[in-house]
Every structure is written in structure tokens, then in C-alpha cells.
């Protein structure tokens, strides 16, 4: 099951959306690497779906990256409509 991300994977993610590949606390790079965490689970639980671990931790993911969205979208929301259309999240 595991879907683990190499250091070389992360540090992509955080380039490509966190401004940087040492940025790992900002939270465009975050919403990002939860985004990529999201799709491998849901990949995952299609093949599974009697793991009811991995759901539970696909539904924790989900609420993480929901409050990090709001967060954003209370901070600056020209950010949070640009992060959402370059992970295509529905919202």
C-alpha cells in the first residue's frame, strides 16, 4: 500500500508550487504535497476499498488540505483561486 515520496519527488513539489525546494513550510507547497498524497490513496482504495485504514487516513488528508485551503483563502485569494486552478481542485 504504501505510496511513499522520495526526497527528490518532495523536493518538486515544493519547487513547482512552494517557491522553493528548501520552502517546506509554505502553504501552497503543503496544499500541494496533500494534493499528490490524496491521489495516490484514492488510487489505492479503488484496487482496496475493504482497507478502511487508508480511508481513514485519505479522509484526515482531505480535511488537512481543507483547512490549509481556507487558511489561504483568508490570507490572500488570488493565491488560493491560482492553487486551486493548478491542482484542478473542485471547490
Known amino acids: 500500500m504504501?505510496?511513499?515520496?522520495?526526497?527528490?519527488?518532495?523536493?518538486?513539489?515544493?519547487?513547482?508550487?512552494?517557491?522553493?525546494?528548501?520552502?517546506?513550510?509554505?502553504?501552497?507547497?503543503?496544499?500541494?504535497?496533500?494534493?499528490?498524497?490524496?491521489?495516490?490513496?484514492?488510487?489505492?482504495?479503488?484496487?482496496n476499498h475493504k482497507d478502511h485504514s487508508s480511508r481513514r487516513a485519505l479522509l484526515a488528508l482531505v480535511g488537512k488540505r481543507k483547512r490549509q485551503l481556507d487558511y489561504l483563502a483568508s490570507k490572500d485569494i488570488t493565491k488560493y483561486r491560482e492553487i486551486l486552478k493548478k491542482l484542478n481542485i473542485r471547490k
Open 2 to 47: 504504501a505510496n511513499y515520496l522520495t526526497q527528490e519527488q518532495k523536493d518538486s513539489i515544493f519547487a513547482e508550487y512552494g517557491g522553493g525546494k528548501s520552502n517546506t513550510g509554505s502553504v501552497e507547497g503543503q496544499i500541494a504535497l496533500f494534493t499528490h498524497r490524496i491521489a495516490g490513496l484514492s488510487d489505492h482504495l479503488k484496487e
